[in-house]
């Protein structure tokens, strides 16, 4: 069974951090390029980062030099460092996890920024 179970958001002050976790099961990890999302109630879920296999790193450009994506496969877990947050950086963060056909979702976490 394929599992990604994100942790790590909640209620943080504007000019704050917060580093999201993401940590799968039930795929070879290694493989999957895995990226973050947001959403927002009545919008379309939006790319935050993503980072393939290898390592190679991108970002929406709102996010640039603010939000870093890393992965560490021993632990099958991929990370989100927020800096700098902003009340529009509210959302609820999805992890997900591509590799040729295959794309997985986790459930989500709310991070919602207080200004």
């Known amino acids: 069974q394929v599992r990604l179970v994100e942790s790590g958001g909640g209620l943080v002050q504007a000019g704050g951090s917060r580093r999201l976790s993401c940590e799968g099961s039930g795929i070879a990890f290694n493989f999957y390029t895995m990226a973050w999302y947001r959403q927002n109630p009545g919008k379309q879920r939006e790319l935050v980062a993503g980072?393939?296999?290898?390592?190679?790193?991108n970002y929406a450009d709102s996010m640039k030099g603010r939000f870093t994506i890393s992965r560490d496969n021993a632990k099958k877990t991929v990370y989100l460092q927020m800096n700098s947050l902003k009340p529009d950086d509210t959302a609820v963060y999805y992890c997900?996890?591509?590799?040729?056909?295959?794309?997985?979702w986790g459930q989500g976490t709310q991070v919602t920024v207080s200004s």
């Open positions: 980072i393939t296999s290898s390592g190679s790193t």
């Open positions: 997900n996890a591509y590799w040729r056909t295959s794309n997985y």
